[in-house]
């Protein structure tokens, strides 16, 4: 078995550096800026950061955020969080050349972003949900098209 290193109660940490696209690279390697495994930020800070992320290329990372948020948010907003992090990693999949793997997360974010339904109807922190949903469709149908995708075309707007 490997030897890993684990937080205080006992949860395997990845330490390994990992490259732009999030695939682990061997250790002791340059990587880049790790998102810490404890980020717990607010809706609005979580979203600027995750599309500050999405903007510079680093899908990976900007999913880790809005993992975070998806784990340490209200359960009300689990759905919604879990959609923007499954969009991010459709997006790394694209980036990695994986399509198979981008249909699916793609697929299972434009299902919850369908499916979310604020529980006073209003739009949450902002976030253009319509907008997002049309933006994953369009990425589906260039990989179904197998039709090239820009790096813009891989920075999905957050909020509206």
């Given at each position: 078995?490997?030897?890993?290193?684990?937080?205080?109660?006992?949860?395997?940490?990845?330490s390994?550096?990992?490259?732009?696209?999030?695939?682990?690279m061997?250790?002791?390697?340059?990587?880049?800026?790790?998102?810490?495994?404890?980020?717990?930020?607010?809706?609005?800070?979580?979203?600027?950061?995750a599309?500050q992320l999405?903007?510079?290329?680093?899908?990976?990372?900007?999913?880790e955020?809005?993992?975070?948020?998806?784990?340490?948010?209200?359960?009300?907003?689990?759905m919604?969080?879990?959609?923007l992090?499954?969009?991010?990693?459709?997006?790394?999949?694209?980036?990695?050349?994986?399509?198979?793997?981008?249909?699916?997360?793609?697929?299972?974010?434009i299902?919850?972003?369908?499916?979310?339904?604020?529980?006073d109807?209003?739009?949450?922190?902002?976030?253009?949900?319509?907008?997002?949903?049309?933006?994953?469709?369009?990425?589906?149908?260039?990989?179904?098209?197998?039709?090239?995708?820009?790096?813009?075309?891989?920075?999905?707007?957050?909020?509206?």
């Open positions: 078995m490997v030897d890993r290193d684990r937080d205080d109660a006992g949860r395997a940490l990845n390994r550096p990992r490259d732009r696209l999030g695939r682990p061997p250790p002791g390697s340059a990587g880049v800026a790790r998102i810490p495994d404890d980020l717990d930020l607010p809706p609005e800070q979580t979203l600027t950061f599309q999405l903007d510079d290329g680093l899908a990976f990372n900007a999913h955020v809005l993992e975070a948020a998806w784990k340490n948010g209200p359960f009300a907003e689990r919604l969080w879990q959609a992090a499954q969009l991010a990693v459709g997006v790394t999949h694209i980036q990695r050349g994986n399509p198979k793997g981008a249909r699916t997360l793609l697929t299972r974010a299902t919850r972003l369908t499916e979310y339904r604020p529980e109807g209003a739009d949450t922190y902002g976030i253009d949900r319509a907008g997002l949903i049309a933006h994953s469709q369009a990425l589906l149908d260039a990989l179904d098209a197998q039709t090239p995708i820009a790096p813009t075309e891989l920075m999905p707007q957050l909020r509206g």
